[in-house]
């Protein structure tokens, strides 16, 4: 029998994945010139589009778990699956009969759809995973549009980060915007899609942090959904350097965490714990004045500026006009569902990065 592990466990093992397969950060910022199959699980697996054989009972369920290979990687993110947070039950999809109950073990979800092509991941014998672009359709049935806003980014992006003797890496993203995009055009009826296929369409890529996703969510979402609609940006973007540049930042390249290269302008985000240190604001400075004499000026914009509201507005719509996008007055309605906005997509990351 078959096990297709789905919704919230497949979301918990794909995050483990995403950690065991992380990437170098030169990696992830030439990531436009990598191919897929280098990159996302449905590429480097074996995939299916059907449902077949389910295992539904729950003695079938943890009799095929129980026999699984000892594959470390493969228990690694099982594992994650059950011990973060409220994980358990083990939530499964499956064809069979209709009324059969979820237990305090597994939680059923039934479903007669036709999938896309790459719907499910084969694991090892027996076992299949929801897609990640599946994934997120199936949390759409649970999630608010900044909630699952929120989702989307993190799922493109590249955090949390990690060091691996003396090399950065970061978390390997699981999809992107134009994949999800796809994915739940093409998926029809399923619950959650009309949900998931208008939240694709707002999500940006490489999102290095939390921090950076609420900010990104908050400035480019457009208007009708609460955000504030800016002008696009680069996001995490690698800026070539002058030799002159060069020398004094000591690097060939920087990134940026938001860029707008026709402007020649670039935000750097400054959380509460970062940039603290004086090796830090030295390297900070640094890489200021390399840009500055390359033409490109940053600004810092820190934690307090973000949550004071009318500030990082402020302060989001000067850089939009230096962009060169004239903003329209925006309604009186729009502060109450731009406060909404911010309260679900921080509601999201305090329930599953509160850390």
């Not at 896309?116 to 929801?130: N, Q, T």
């Not at 940026?256 to 714990?273: S, V």
């Not at 940053?298 to 719509?317: A, G, H, P, V």
Request: charged share 25%.
């Amino acid at each position: 029998m078959n096990i297709y592990l789905s919704h919230l466990t497949a979301l918990r093992f794909w995050r483990a994945w995403s950690i065991l397969r992380p990437l170098s950060l030169r990696e992830f910022h030439g990531m436009g010139k990598v191919t897929s199959a280098d990159l996302f699980p449905s590429s480097l697996y074996q995939t299916s589009m059907v449902l077949r054989d389910c295992a539904i009972t729950d003695r079938d369920v943890c009799g095929t778990l129980d026999l699984l290979p000892k594959m470390p990687e493969l228990r690694f993110c099982l594992r994650d699956c059950t011990d973060e947070f409220d994980a358990q039950p083990w939530h499964i999809l499956h064809d069979d009969k209709a009324g059969v109950k979820s237990t305090a073990l597994i939680a059923r979800h039934r479903s007669r759809l036709d999938f896309p092509r790459g719907s499910f991941v084969r694991l090892a014998e027996g076992l299949f995973i929801c897609a990640p672009e599946l994934v997120f359709v199936q949390m759409a049935s649970s999630l608010s549009f900044g909630e699952l806003l929120a989702l989307g980014y993190e799922m493109c992006g590249c955090y949390p980060r990690m060091t691996q003797k003396d090399v950065p890496l970061v978390r390997r993203p699981l999809t992107t915007p134009n994949r999800l995009i796809a994915y739940t055009t093409r998926l029809r009826g399923a619950r959650g899609a009309k949900l998931a296929r208008t939240v694709a369409k707002q999500v940006r890529a490489k999102s290095g942090s939390v921090m950076e996703t609420e900010l990104a969510a908050v400035a480019f979402t457009s208007e009708c959904y609460g955000g504030l609609g800016i002008a696009e940006a680069l996001i995490n973007a690698p800026v070539a350097l002058s030799e002159r540049a060069r020398q004094i930042t000591r690097s060939s390249w920087v990134v940026l965490d938001f860029y707008w290269p026709d402007a020649h302008f670039g935000i750097e985000y400054n959380g509460r714990d970062s940039h603290a240190s004086a090796e830090q604001q030295d390297r900070d400075s640094r890489k200021r004045d390399g840009l500055m004499v390359d033409g490109i000026e940053t600004i810092t914009l820190t934690n307090s500026q973000f949550q004071d509201t009318k500030e990082c507005t402020k302060l989001l719509d000067r850089t939009s006009y230096r962009a060169g996008k004239r903003r329209r007055k925006r309604s009186e309605a729009h502060a109450s569902v731009h406060r909404e906005l911010r309260y679900q997509v921080g509601k999201f990351h305090r329930r599953h990065f509160p850390h």
